[in-house]
């Protein structure tokens, strides 16, 4: 997974009037599964 510390939602959020990047990680935490990774290393 990427991680993009400045993703531009600005213009999204300020026609839409909603936090977007608050509601990405909000859905993140209720449905990631813990202890599962798709990775084949440690992580």
């Known amino acids: 997974m990427e991680v993009n510390s400045s ?5 999204i959020e300020a ?8 509601q990405i990680i909000d859905f993140i935490e ?6 599962r990774t798709q990775t084949k290393g440690q992580g």
Request: glycine letters at 16%; hydrophobic letters at 25%.
């Open 30 to 35: 209720k449905n990631a599964k813990p202890n």
């Open 7 to 11: 993703p531009g939602l600005e213009g």
């Open 15 to 22: 026609a839409s009037g909603k936090d977007i990047a608050d």
